[in-house]
């Protein structure tokens, strides 16, 4: 059975031995279980929200970045009209048989993503056909780094290759990806964790066009300016947190009403600040105060990044990371706030960073639960895991970088 060429996965993830070792592992699944004796290999990764947390969804600005947590996998077309996965972990296979898409399902986990997919690639003009594939994450589940995301943008890259000739584009790709979370697991998400997912490297988006999001390239990692990125999972999921994620959208939305427009980048700062009396809900006039600081923070954060000024990052990172636990509060959730595993990693992880002097710590993703992000010199890294290990694990302790590579298929 082939596997990828060496000296690709050389430029995508630093070295080879350990992701050959992968794909060769998926290699093998595939002839065992399907019976073909070759493969087309992919790769999508997770993403980072560096700054610009819970703006997209009100128009706003997000920097993000993939991450080099990333989900991979091995597959061939099998000249059916049925879709087979079998994902590493899970005993059940994924089946799909693309005539009878109506039949799946909703809110039934993967297959419902991937029906709603095969859905939405129809129905924007693109080609499905039926395919085996084997795949593999070492992306965080429901930790705010985007697994789903990641799955969904290798499935868009699998059917790209596949059967499109390579003619969807990575909005093609969020967009499917979209698609198949609002219809068929009924969930208000937009289109930022996808992109990110889907175009690779570091990227400033802009969402003041719904419908066509833009984003621009840019050149930057953390090791550019020295600094390691330390994602901790701190143990907590998502699953049931969809009333507070959806209030946030929500109640910005109904800020912004009060100042005469829908969204909040249809408005300024000032027409919210003077109407501020007529909206009752403190909270969402914190929400959206948050939105309009946190916009030109994303914008001052690409001049700093393109500068290469680490200082000047840092401080608005650092700011968001603030803003987001006090103005928008999405550090822990209303329904039990005497569990506060966020706040409590962001206090463990301040003290480290008060004695060493350097280095910012931040909630990470969409909050409530999940994970912390804590940006530090590279120096610093190795004793900040073990630090915080001792708290959250340390199979709970990712160092990671901004990988310049999105969803991709593998020569």
Not at 38 to 53: L, Q
Not at 107 to 120: D, K
Not at 197 to 212: R, Y
Request: hydrophobic residues 40%.
């Amino acid at each position: 059975m082939n596997t990828p060429d060496c000296t690709v996965l050389e430029k995508i993830y630093g070295e080879s031995k350990i992701s050959s070792g992968r794909f060769h592992v998926l290699a093998d699944q595939l002839a065992k279980k399907y019976q073909h004796d070759s493969a087309e290999f992919f790769t999508a990764p997770g993403r980072t929200e560096i700054i610009g947390n819970h703006t997209d969804h009100n128009g706003g600005k997000v920097i993000a970045g993939s991450i080099t947590l990333d989900t991979i996998g091995a597959a061939a077309k099998n000249n059916t009209n049925v879709i087979h996965i079998t994902s590493e972990g899970y005993d059940r296979e994924i089946l799909i048989d693309l005539s009878q898409l109506s039949s799946v399902p909703k809110n039934q986990g993967t297959e419902s993503l991937v029906a709603g997919m095969m859905e939405a690639i129809q129905k924007f003009g693109f080609r499905t056909a039926g395919f085996d594939a084997c795949v593999s994450t070492t992306v965080i589940r429901a930790a705010g780094v985007s697994s789903s995301a990641s799955f969904e943008m290798l499935i868009c890259s699998i059917v790209n290759y596949l059967f499109n000739d390579n003619a969807m584009t990575y909005v093609d790709f969020a967009k499917i990806g979209q698609y198949a979370e609002n219809v068929y697991w009924e969930k208000s998400s937009g289109l930022m964790d996808q992109l990110a997912c889907a175009v690779g490297g570091t990227i400033l988006l802009d969402f003041s066009d719904a419908k066509n999001p833009k984003y621009e390239k840019v050149d930057f990692s953390f090791h550019d300016i020295g600094y390691e990125l330390v994602i901790v999972n701190t143990g907590k999921g998502h699953a049931d947190l969809s009333q507070e994620y959806s209030e946030i959208p929500s109640e910005m939305k109904e800020a912004a009403k009060a100042a005469g427009a829908s969204l909040l980048c249809e408005t300024k700062l000032e027409a919210l600040l003077s109407h501020i009396g007529d909206i009752e809900n403190d909270r969402a006039v914190l929400r959206a105060l948050h939105f309009f600081t946190e916009t030109k923070r994303v914008e001052d954060a690409a001049k700093a990044m393109e500068e290469r000024n680490a200082e000047s990052l840092l401080k608005l990172i650092q700011a968001s990371g603030t803003s987001s636990w006090e103005w928008l509060q999405n550090c822990y959730t209303n329904q039990n706030p005497q569990e506060q595993k966020i706040t409590l990693a962001l206090a463990l992880t301040q003290l480290f960073l008060d004695k060493n002097g350097r280095g910012i710590c931040r909630v990470h993703g969409g909050g409530f639960a999940g994970v912390i992000a804590c940006i530090l010199p590279k120096t610093d890294a190795d004793s900040y895991v073990s630090y915080i290990s001792k708290y959250f694990g340390e199979e709970n302790v990712y160092p990671m970088n901004v990988r310049p590579v999105g969803a991709i298929h593998i020569s």
